[in-house]
């Protein structure tokens, strides 16, 4: 972490929360250029045999959801106890992960809008029609306004899914062996949450979007709020269980 | 370097008394400094630190704030009173005890030191060997 | 400015276990001090107190006059260097060393200077390092942090003679340029013996013992002679151990002999022999002594 160089002790959190998606983009930068170029070139490649009338980008923005989840928790298993161990206290290292969600996210998310949007271009480009697989019907994202609308919750549907990484990450240090098992419930939790978004199932064992069934006719403002509201909660859980973690003895 | 036996301050001051005794170190000349000593034997600079306060104490020494530590000029008398002190106790004692224990007589032992000191060197060699 | 430690009343239970019990400890800044302790007494346990790796049970643990605990101003200047280190496997040597430059007075140049000296591969991964480069890396990003409290637990384990040696020679040199209070934690307590000022003894999670160094040393003797004469010198000193080959005996007592005891010995034909710090914290701590 090269950024760090000369940094000050009241801002060393900031510094460290800016610096950490250039870490990860560093550390998996190949995986991503192969994604971006895959959901490009795939359709062209899969036209010659078949009408394409699926959108590629919302795959890979559903493939991002699990990385996103991923680095966060990820990110904050190896972060805590090498950040702890040089020094920065766990309410620093707090801060800096929530500056690494917040940036990731509307990275990732404007990466993705950059996406869909120029997908959109491309598709009608070609003649082909850019729509989502929801409930097993092919449904076209609509006009220019509906497919901005659809790609803008994206930066809010990552920090949601980093989050609850971060969660599962924080919980699986603290309890050895059975902090994973905040999964049962934080998977169906949000994954009812974005079904209900997009009234598709999520990329995954979708089945645990099952909640989400019971939630679709609340209406898209509703859900973006329940969203929030479980956003608030998970990160609060994270910076609970984050504050209060003891590092692990060394194993002999 | 040191042996298990003195604590290292009072083997460190020891060893700047001889050399004080046999003229390596000259009454109001510099001392090393307590860091200098620490980093030549690797040794805790306070260790270093006691052995001059003792020789300071003695009087054998003399800080200079600032500058450093010197050799007091009436160094080498007062460790030579000091060091005959020491022969008889830490020689000459032990030496009377164990010829008791093994039955030899006084007389014998006289007449050996004459002997030896008559012959030359000898005698020197083992009072600075004994008392280092 | 260099820290004081104070422990009061510090319990620490792992489950239903005390790692540590009513532990009571002050420490003086700017001095080096002699951790020691059998395995599992309770040494990493006190070293992650005072660290802020670890929250107490129960009491208060103040390091440079305030509890250290989520204490940014303390924390980024206290540095516990673990066996093999704290780092992430995946990175490089040099990422490794960097990462301490999240302390804002971690002296790079000073890290560099270091890794070549020890020669640590930078270009590597830390995963592809030995244990005793591992090590080595853990100790040289300890030094580079100039932190005004550094302890080192075990850290030594892995590194070869030579390496132990450039490295007590670079602590000493370090702590005379910038004096700071440092711990070690170490089961070679007679090659680390001459570094010290001080020397707390950990035994069951308690604080056994809390000298200075020359204390220590002068603390015990070996009485060497007639079993009936040295019984008769011992009689009264507290015995640490004792040996018989026919009829002459050897008792370790754990007391400093005053003069006119060693005149009885001496008269008594007792030799007196010096008791290595190795060999009286062995006799100390072992195993059903101090009521356990």
């Avoid at chain 2, 030549?40 to 001059?52: C, E």
């Avoid at chain 3, 309770?42 to 643990?61: C, D, E, N, V, Y």
């Avoid at chain 3, 009936?228 to 005996?249: F, I, N, P, S, Y």
Wanted: aromatic share 10%; proline share 4%; net charge negative.
């Amino acid at each position: 972490m090269a950024a760090l160089a000369n940094l000050q002790l009241p801002t060393r959190r900031y510094a460290l929360g800016v610096s950490l998606p250039g870490e990860a983009l560093k550390y998996f930068r190949y995986w991503i250029l192969a994604a971006v170029a895959i959901s490009f070139l795939g359709p062209l490649a899969l036209s010659r045999y078949n009408d394409i009338d699926l959108s590629t980008w919302f795959y890979t923005a559903n493939v991002a959801k699990w990385f996103t989840a991923f680095i966060g928790g990820g990110f904050l298993a190896v972060l805590v106890p090498n950040m702890i161990a040089v020094g920065l206290t766990r309410r620093e290292l707090s801060v800096s992960m929530g500056i690494f969600g917040l940036l990731w996210s509307l990275s990732l998310g404007a990466v993705v809008f950059a996406g869909i949007a120029l997908e959109r271009a491309y598709y009608h480009a070609m003649g082909w029609s850019q729509g989502i697989d929801a409930n097993d019907v092919v449904a076209p994202i609509g006009s220019w306004s509906e497919t901005l609308g659809f790609a803008a919750v994206y930066p809010l549907v990552y920090l949601v899914y980093f989050t609850a990484g971060a969660l599962i990450g924080a919980a699986s240090y603290r309890w050895e062996g059975t902090g994973w098992l905040l999964l049962v419930p934080v998977i169906p939790i949000v994954f009812s949450l974005d079904n209900a978004l997009y009234n598709t199932e999520p990329f995954g064992p979708g089945w645990a979007g099952f909640l989400g069934g019971f939630i679709d006719d609340w209406g898209r403002g509703v859900v973006l709020a329940g969203i929030a509201l479980v956003l608030a909660g998970l990160a609060l859980a994270t910076h609970r269980i984050l504050t209060d973690i003891p590092l692990r003895s060394k194993k002999a | 370097m040191f042996d298990d036996g003195a604590p290292i301050y009072r083997q460190i001051a020891d060893q700047i008394k001889a050399e004080i005794m046999n003229g390596s170190l000259e009454p109001g000349g510099k001392v090393m400094s307590t860091n200098q000593y620490a980093a030549f034997y690797q040794i805790n600079p306070a260790t270093a630190q006691k052995a001059f306060r003792e020789l300071v104490d003695e009087g054998v020494l003399y800080k200079q704030r600032g500058v450093g530590m010197f050799v007091a000029d009436d160094a080498r008398d007062k460790l030579a009173a000091d060091f005959r002190d020491r022969f008889f106790e830490r020689v000459l004692a032990p030496l009377v005890r164990e010829a008791r224990q093994a039955g030899i007589p006084l007389t014998d032992i006289i007449d050996y030191l004459r002997a030896s000191h008559d012959a030359g060197g000898a005698v020197d060699q083992t009072e600075k060997g004994a008392l280092q | 400015m260099s820290f004081t430690v104070n422990l009061r009343d510090v319990t620490l239970k792992y489950g239903d276990s005390d790692a540590l019990a009513d532990v009571d400890l002050t420490l003086e800044a700017g001095k080096i001090y002699g951790l020691l302790g059998r395995n599992g007494a309770g040494k990493t346990s006190l070293l992650s107190l005072i660290a802020a790796f670890r929250k107490p049970t129960t009491g208060q643990i103040l390091v440079g006059g305030e509890p250290v605990w989520e204490n940014a101003p303390i924390v980024s200047r206290v540095a516990l260097i673990r066996e093999g280190g704290d780092f992430d496997d995946s990175d490089y040597v040099k990422a490794a060393i960097e990462t301490g430059q999240i302390r804002p007075g971690f002296d790079t140049d000073y890290a560099y200077k270091l890794a070549d000296r020890f020669e640590l591969p930078l270009k590597k991964r830390v995963r592809e390092l030995s244990r005793g480069k591992r090590s080595t890396l853990a100790a040289v990003c300890g030094l580079a942090a100039r932190a005004e409290l550094t302890m080192f637990d075990e850290v030594h384990l892995g590194m070869d003679a030579p390496t132990r040696d450039a490295f007590y020679k670079e602590l000493l040199a370090e702590y005379m340029d910038r004096q700071h209070t440092v711990i070690l934690s170490t089961h070679l307590i007679d090659e680390v013996a001459n570094y010290l000022e001080e020397v707390v003894i950990v035994d069951r999670g308690r604080i056994l013992r809390h000298e200075d160094v020359e204390t220590f040393q002068g603390m015990g003797a070996t009485l060497t002679g007639q079993a009936d004469a040295v019984d008769a010198v011992a009689a009264g000193l507290e015995v640490l151990a004792e040996q018989r080959l026919g009829g002459t005996k050897s008792v370790t007592v754990a007391t400093r002999l005053d003069a006119p005891t060693r005149e009885r010995a001496a008269a008594a034909g007792i030799e007196i022999g010096p008791v290595g710090l190795q060999d009286l914290f062995i006799h100390l701590t072992e195993p059903g002594k101090n009521g356990a």
